[in-house]
């Protein structure tokens, strides 16, 4: 191992002499765990570093996760942090902000769990022009509105792009949002960092905005959701009925914020009392003779996508006491240690102290009914002057027009029509893939241009095969990679295994993890025996793996997926990068490999099967298998995975959830599931329109070779339906474009502002249950007022809109306020949805922020 002899000169960045001893003992930690990627990651320090530059690095290398040692180098944090250090520097605030601080909140690159980029250093000049003069209140206001002409908000899958990719597609979920924004105000050196409820109490969804640190005080805003002021967002009712609002702290703990939990390089800081009621209930874990257990594990469970989510993971002290600050709903509390566990569904608003023994039996077969309550609603509070509020309208619509100015520059349906006539691709196919690509099409196009003619029907499958956000990330350098580097074995491209080798062998896309283009790495730096021989025997890819790469799950804090090449690269890595890694490598070699889509137990398809993979540390289940057939008679609606059920496996004192897809419906698993014999748990749950659930909880065991039936039976709300209210039927289809009949089926009236994110989860739902509604036939009337809404709304851009739908002008929301004064209420919020029976009787409403309102919709429905 080298020494550092950096010769730094100049004055200390950190004068903390305590907590500067903390950073070297981690660093030399961190550099004889890098000691495979040494000179990429730590030759930097011998380019004549000032004290501030090297205290500064050694910071983040001392604290950063597995996945940045292993797939970035020293050049790219060095530069990162000369942007960090010039925005301290050159900005009015910089050298006011007190160093932890700056060091937790304005120094690191990572936000969360995306991959990280130049950022910082391509944006640097173009954020510091736009704030000239300001002061760091106004700063933070005026980079949201830059962050806003930049990207809105779309719904994308769990994988987080890059803040420079999140502009490129012009949109982004609230996680990406919110990287993006933080990113946006850490590069202009304003303390900033996401915050985020993992779960929402009250609907089966999570969401991310932004915290802004200012003169001694935390604000909150949305993300690339601009308002005049801060503390305010269209979150801010939902987040006073959270349960947990939290933020990850990188680095070792230094000051005196609420901390759930606080490891050797971040802390857990519960920001809840900021935004909802709270209470710190206590739990006592005892064993079977009554001793308090320490180091037992306590999770607060929260009931979500039809599993119980640990919002956090406390453990017992000493004296086997558990304390979390929470809000007023319902929560599962569930202690363990090795095997032995207990759990208690309670009510937190009438619980201080609960005592649990860890006396339960797994082996045992039985069912429980949970009944599930959200916190209340609160009265809402006040929103902001008016005259703020119209001069932040307008600004909104001028950024609008901006961001939609350069998603116009985008390549045409008639130009990509052109590249695929003068390419000799098929028409149909490359459109569509263009289209998907957004302002990636550059580097898709470019991919397109550079195919030999041999390989075009394999480009276009390999394409295809890709989720859309790869589309919109990926450069052309690597999926030319991975085209022409795929190998593949005589008889996978056949009719029968066709779909293989597509799925897993063509496929660079494993699990979560950013593309990179690790085939030519591995064919040129696999052993000659793997890359010769491993297709007919993987255990020579097994052992190369098992005595490779040492494994240290505690270390890959952020849960960002290592890539394949930086597992190899780097020799340490955590279990579920592994897996990747593995799979990656045997579709190097043309071995279809992938991760069994509910355990995630690595395979590999040989001799028309798939073969489970289990490492040296792992402890290998039985061969034999058991297995599970999931059948229902539900029909309204037909139970979908983490939305009504969710299976999961016992494993060290806890039921782990299988992944199967979110909205997979019953009538897909038509297969009999193959998984290893244990103890299993089914959560069921029927969430009420007020949030309420109705859970059901059966455990049950699966022995070798059994094959089980399960059922799938929600329970069902014991009321009978009663009109809540009338609507004027006659004046609200009187604000349609062309006249239409009152529907004898019956008629959902949605009041809507296209421009929020709740408006859009409302598109999502019901075009998630499209069939079930057209099938019903009845209207569905999409009313909004010009006035309110920011941009010209184009029904259009939504794909999954019933076929009844209609779309009107509520010209001052007169209707809407006629609604209002016949309800004799006046805290309704947008979106608004009301459903009614032909003579205008109203059988259910759903007033602000809430998901699942398609399916509350369906029920009720379904109830006439």
Not at 340 to 349: L, M
Not at 634 to 651: G, S
Not at 804 to 811: A, E, H, K, Q
Request: hydrophobic share 35%; proline share 5%.
């Amino acid at each position: 191992m080298m020494a550092l002899t950096t010769g730094c000169s100049g004055k200390h960045l950190i004068n903390n002499e305590e907590y500067m001893s903390v950073i070297d003992k981690s660093f030399e930690a961190r550099k004889s765990l890098c000691s495979k990627k040494e000179d990429a990651l730590f030759d930097v320090f011998q380019k004549g570093l000032t004290n501030e530059q090297s205290e500064a690095l050694k910071f983040l290398y001392a604290f950063m996760p597995l996945n940045d040692l292993a797939d970035y180098n020293g050049n790219f944090f060095l530069a990162n942090v000369n942007a960090s250090l010039k925005a301290r520097k050159d900005t009015p605030w910089g050298k006011s902000i007190p160093i932890d601080i700056f060091l937790h909140y304005v120094l690191p690159v990572r936000v969360n769990n995306e991959n990280l980029d130049s950022f910082r250093i391509a944006y640097y000049d173009e954020i510091m022009n736009r704030i000239s003069g300001m002061n760091l209140h106004d700063a933070a206001l005026e980079i949201n509105h830059w962050c806003h002409e930049k990207v809105a908000y779309q719904a994308a899958d769990e994988r987080t792009s890059a803040p420079m990719s999140t502009i490129l597609s012009a949109r982004g979920r609230c996680g990406e949002e919110s990287t993006f924004t933080v990113a946006a105000l850490r590069t202009a050196g304003i303390p900033a960092r996401q915050v985020y409820t993992p779960r929402w109490a009250h609907c089966d969804d999570n969401h991310a905005w932004v915290e802004v640190w200012d003169n001694g005080q935390w604000y909150y805003t949305g993300a690339c959701e601009p308002e005049p002021v801060f503390d305010l967002g269209w979150f801010t009712e939902p987040a006073r009925r959270a349960m947990l609002v939290h933020t990850k702290s990188f680095g070792a703990p230094l000051g005196d914020e609420n901390t759930i939990v606080e490891e050797k390089e971040y802390a857990d800081v519960n920001n809840l009392s900021k935004y909802a009621i709270t209470k710190t209930i206590f739990i006592k874990v005892l064993d079977k003779e009554g001793v308090p257990v320490s180091s037992a594990d306590v999770e607060y469970q929260l009931y979500n996508y039809s599993e119980f989510y640990p919002l956090a993971v406390v453990p017992t002290d000493n004296n086997g006491l558990s304390h979390f600050e929470t809000g007023l709903g319902d929560l599962l509390i569930w202690a363990h240690k090795d095997n032995a566990f207990n759990y208690k569904k309670i009510s937190v608003n009438d619980t201080d102290t609960l005592t649990l023994i860890l006396n339960r039996d797994p082996s045992v077969a039985y069912t429980a009914e949970l009944d599930i309550h959200v916190p209340p609603i609160l009265t809402p509070l006040p929103g902001p002057a008016s005259d703020l509020v119209a001069v932040n309208a307008e600004r909104i619509e001028k950024e609008n027009k901006i961001r939609q100015h350069y998603i116009n520059t985008w390549m045409t349906k008639e130009d990509a029509g052109k590249l695929a006539i003068s390419n000799g691709l098929e028409y149909d196919r490359v459109v569509n893939v263009i289209e998907r690509s957004m302002g990636n099409y550059r580097e898709i196009s470019s991919f397109l241009r550079e195919l030999p003619d041999s390989l075009k029907d394999l480009a276009m499958e390999m394409l295809e095969v890709l989720p859309d956000k790869d589309l919109r990330d990926t450069k052309c350098s690597t999926l030319l990679d991975h085209l022409v580097n795929t190998i593949y074995k005589s008889g996978l491209r056949n009719d029968k295994y066709k779909g293989i080798f597509v799925n897993y062998v063509l496929n660079p896309r494993v699990a979560f993890e950013f593309l990179v283009p690790w085939r030519s790495y591995f064919l040129a730096n696999l052993p000659k025996d793997i890359i010769n021989n491993g297709y007919s025997n993987p255990e020579l890819i097994i052992n190369y793996i098992n005595s490779g790469i040492k494994t240290d799950d505690s270390q890959n804090y952020y849960g960002t997926p290592i890539t394949p090449q930086g597992v190899d690269e780097l020799g340490v890595s955590d279990t579920k990068s592994r897996a990747i890694s593995f799979v990656a490598v045997c579709r190097a070699i043309g071995l279809p490999s992938r991760l069994e889509p509910g355990t995630k137990t690595p395979q590999y398809f040989k001799d028309g099967n798939w073969n489970d993979v289990w490492f040296d540390d792992q402890v290998k289940p039985d061969e034999n298998k058991g297995f599970i057939r999931l059948v229902s008679d539900e029909k309204n609606p037909v139970p979908e995975y983490y939305i009504h059920f969710t299976l999961a496996r016992f494993e060290n004192g806890r039921y782990n959830t299988l992944e199967y897809d979110y909205n997979r419906k019953i009538t897909s698993f038509r297969d009999e599931m193959a998984l290893p014999p244990g103890n299993y748990m089914l959560v069921t749950g029927n969430r009420l329109e007020n949030g309420d659930v109705l859970s059901g909880l059966s455990f049950f065991n699966l022995a070798e070779n059994e094959h089980k039936t399960i059922e799938i039976k929600l329970r069902k709300e014991k009321i009978k339906r009663q009109p809540t209210g009338k609507a004027d039927l006659r004046q609200l289809l009187g604000m349609l474009e062309k006249p239409v009949k009152i529907n004898d089926k019956g008629t959902v009236i949605i009041w809507i502002d296209p421009d929020r994110e709740p408006t859009k989860h409302i598109f999502n739902d019901l075009a998630q249950l499209k069939n079930e509604f057209d099938n019903w036939g009845g209207d569905f009337i999409f009313l909004s007022d010009p006035a309110e809404t920011k941009t010209a709304f184009n029904p259009a851009d939504y794909k999954g809109f019933p076929n009844r739908s209609l779309f009107g002008i509520d010209n001052n929301m007169s209707g809407f306020q006629n609604y209002i004064k016949t309800l004799s209420v006046d805290d309704l919020q947008l979106p608004l949805v009301v459903l009614c029976d032909k003579e205008g009787n109203i059988f259910y409403k759903s007033s602000g922020y809430k998901i699942g309102v398609g399916e509350d919709l369906l029920r009720n429905i379904n109830q006439e």
